[in-house]
């Protein structure tokens, strides 16, 4: 990745700006849409159009090269089963967008699971050592799985939720946020999974009837935009789950995913995951079919969803541990520095209740970025303590554009840690 202080005729005031609305880097500038940048209030259209050509400019995107020289870059991440392995001719791929649709039950969160788990294995195991944004639109996302796979797959639990970013999404708007915000932590956490289930969830419930249709596809094709830009720049791999709807043709009914041409020509993997059966609980088999995809051939396989995840067998033994609570990091906005990677220092001191508080930071708070630490730093607040004992509308005055609820907020946070 190039940073965008290398972008010609770029200054500081508008790195901050890009920065801010997650472009992060040239490459990033480069493939983003005139309109979006065009959009950044405090830039505008002449300027946005210099930025954007110089940046394609300096990266050798205005020059046509030969086909030879393509350097795909691609890495692949086991899905947990040889033979759905298999038809993907190696595991998920990176750089690419992968939508796997079917009906209520069929595996696809059960692979979601499993992806954020082998993602972090070594890669002569299949993964590829990094980090996994959860983008999860439906509440199925489930700390106890993930404990379970992690396990299987003889990884420490703990280590493996603390590299997983969850988010849960409540609308539309919402998930288009956190998909920007995505971009920053693929740059600052070593991201290589970015996983959205579902995809449609929202969308469909949110845009109903014909009337709303441009609305939402437009809507969603700035998500596949996003989603595609990230992919390619930062080499993650995106997994998206959907939903289907019965069609009727003539006698026969048969099951297709939501979205339209819009998510059909942005991924570039679609899989479709059937049950066996009449009944979904009949049985732990699942079928696999490929629908599209330019550079594999047509093919399907079979496998199991277990409680340890996606397996080419029904049953799956599970390595017991002595500890089975863990935590998961939640991503979700918590101020405006919440994104740097350097950590606010520990603070030393007696709390009063039984040394609990001794070594949480400020930043453990749910709601308190590292700057805003170095703020109430300043006003002598170093300890969680120190933060309980303020009078609310007191701290609210000494630090600009906090709020007496904001303080309360944090002090209700603070006293859930000790």
């Not at 998930?175 to 693929?186: D, L, P, V």
């Not at 009449?278 to 199991?304: H, Q, T």
């Amino acid at each position: 990745m190039t940073d965008l202080s290398q972008v010609k005729g770029i200054n500081a005031r508008q790195i901050k700006l890009l920065q801010e609305n997650g472009i992060g880097s040239a490459e990033a500038l480069a493939m983003s849409p005139f309109s979006v940048v065009a959009e950044i209030k405090g830039l505008g259209e002449a300027t946005a159009k210099k930025l954007i050509w110089n940046a394609r400019n300096g990266l050798g995107m205005t020059e046509f090269s030969p086909a030879s020289e393509i350097n795909e870059n691609v890495e692949y991440i086991t899905t947990g089963s040889a033979a759905l392995d298999g038809i993907f001719q190696g595991g998920i791929h990176t750089g690419k967008l992968t939508e796997v649709f079917g009906p209520f039950k069929s595996g696809k969160t059960n692979l979601s699971h499993t992806l954020s788990v082998t993602t972090q294995l070594p890669k002569e195991k299949g993964g590829v050592e990094g980090a996994v944004i959860y983008i999860d639109t439906e509440n199925t996302f489930s700390k106890n799985k993930i404990t379970r796979i992690a396990k299987r797959f003889e990884l420490n639990p703990n280590e493996v939720l603390s590299h997983i970013f969850q988010a849960r999404i409540y609308s539309s708007d919402h998930q288009s946020q956190m998909i920007t915000k995505a971009e920053a932590f693929c740059k600052n956490r070593n991201v290589r999974l970015i996983v959205v289930d579902s995809l449609m969830a929202l969308l469909r419930a949110e845009y109903m009837g014909i009337g709303m249709l441009a609305k939402r596809q437009g809507v969603l094709n700035g998500m596949i935009h996003a989603l595609s830009r990230i992919a390619e720049t930062y080499n993650v791999a995106v997994l998206l789950t959907n939903q289907v709807a019965t069609k009727m043709m003539g006698m026969f009914a048969a099951d297709d995913a939501i979205g339209g041409n819009i998510v059909a020509h942005g991924c570039h993997f679609r899989i479709m995951f059937k049950t066996k059966g009449f009944s979904s609980n009949s049985s732990l088999k699942r079928k696999a079919i490929i629908v599209d995809a330019p550079d594999l051939p047509p093919n399907e396989c079979e496998f199991y969803i277990t409680g340890a995840g996606i397996a080419d067998t029904e049953e799956i033994s599970i390595p017991k541990s002595s500890s089975d609570v863990f935590d998961v990091t939640e991503f979700y906005e918590q101020g405006d520095d919440a994104l740097e990677v350097e950590e606010n220092k520990e603070v030393e001191g007696s709390d009063g209740n039984g040394g609990k508080s001794m070594n949480i930071n400020l930043t453990d708070v749910k709601g308190i970025g590292k700057g805003t630490a170095k703020q109430l730093n300043d006003q002598g607040i170093l300890t969680i303590q120190d933060l309980l004992v303020q009078s609310p509308e007191d701290l609210a005055e000494k630090i600009s554009g906090i709020s007496s609820k904001k303080v309360r907020e944090w002090q209700r946070n603070a006293k859930i840690l000790i």
